[in-house]
């Protein structure tokens, strides 16, 4: 059975840093792509980064390109998102996701609230 346990969140004033963790169990890490998403209230998920499972090369999306930075630690079997900089609209909940082809895994969120 595939767990995704996400850590990290938490309440931060606008420019304040953050460090998300997921540690996955029941599979390796390497198999699979890797992502970070997040929901902010009334807005639909939005992908912020994924590690492709052949490349440790990391995407980001327009809105964090330049402030975030995502990581794989194999040994550890866990990814993680480094949140620099942080700006109010970045509140929300992140999820942690496991993808290849048409299967999905997801770990159950941690909240990140920006506020001054």
């Known amino acids: 059975q595939v767990q995704l346990i996400e850590s990290g969140g938490g309440l931060v004033h606008p420019g304040g840093s953050l460090n998300l963790s997921c540690v996955a169990s029941?599979?390796?890490?390497?198999?699979?792509?890797m992502g970070w998403f997040r929901q902010a209230p009334g807005k639909q998920r939005e992908l912020v980064a994924r590690i492709v499972r052949k490349t440790d090369d990391a995407n980001y999306s327009d809105s964090v390109r330049g402030r975030f930075t995502m990581t794989r630690d194999v040994a550890k079997n866990t990814v993680y998102l480094q949140m620099n900089n942080l700006e109010i609209e970045d509140t929300a909940i992140y999820y942690c996701n496991a993808n290849v082809v048409s299967t999905d895994h997801w770990g159950q969120g941690t909240q990140v609230t920006v506020s001054s």
């Open positions: 029941g599979t390796l890490i390497y198999i699979w792509d």
